[in-house]
């Protein structure tokens, strides 16, 4: 599914409520946010949170939603062991990399700070053409007390986002 997002405010949001975020909490499949032309991908940003990030970005990425000469970067904010979240993103990189039928290339980064402002400030400075991460579509009270990576990120980051769901059965 692909949605344009307005940018509204952060009153406006509370107010009217977000298309875009309403349709990425359903999780019911690949949902790219794009909030100004795009006219090619060649710099995607895949921020992981864990393995289960990693295997959906992986099944994502065999269906070849971008051309063979795409750089990924992939990226991680350790939670506590820094050496696992190294782990995480050089075994990503690599795995994204060793599949030849794509004709992607990756790099491994690690960032700190709280998530979702990290990945919009290692954004910043990157300029990918695309954000693209993995979202469980939390709801209720869950999403209220928390608050989401993915939100955050698809109402911080002024370029393209595309989300796909980390839940199986989606």
Do not use: W
Request: charged share 15%; hydrophobic share 45%; with cysteine.
């Amino acid at each position: 599914m692909v949605l344009g997002a307005r940018g509204l405010s952060s009153l406006e949001k509370l107010v009217f409520g977000s298309i875009s975020q309403g349709v990425l909490s359903e999780g019911c499949c690949p949902t790219l946010v794009v909030k100004k032309p795009i006219t090619e991908v060649k710099r995607v940003l895949l921020p992981l949170k864990g393995p289960e990030d990693a295997a959906a970005a992986y099944a994502f990425l065999e269906k070849k939603p971008f051309g063979p000469s795409t750089q990924i970067t992939v990226v991680t904010i350790p939670t506590s062991a820094r050496d696992a979240a190294q782990k995480l993103v050089d075994d990503a990189a690599s795995r994204i990399s060793s599949i030849s039928s794509l004709g992607y290339s990756a790099s491994a980064s690690i960032v700190t700070g709280i998530p979702g402002g990290a990945i919009v400030q290692f954004a910043s400075e990157m300029q990918p053409d695309i954000i693209l991460m993995g979202s469980h579509g939390g709801r209720g009270l869950h999403r209220l007390a928390l608050g989401s990576v993915s939100e955050m990120v698809l109402h911080n980051f002024q370029g393209a986002v595309a989300i796909f769901p980390l839940d199986p059965s989606a």
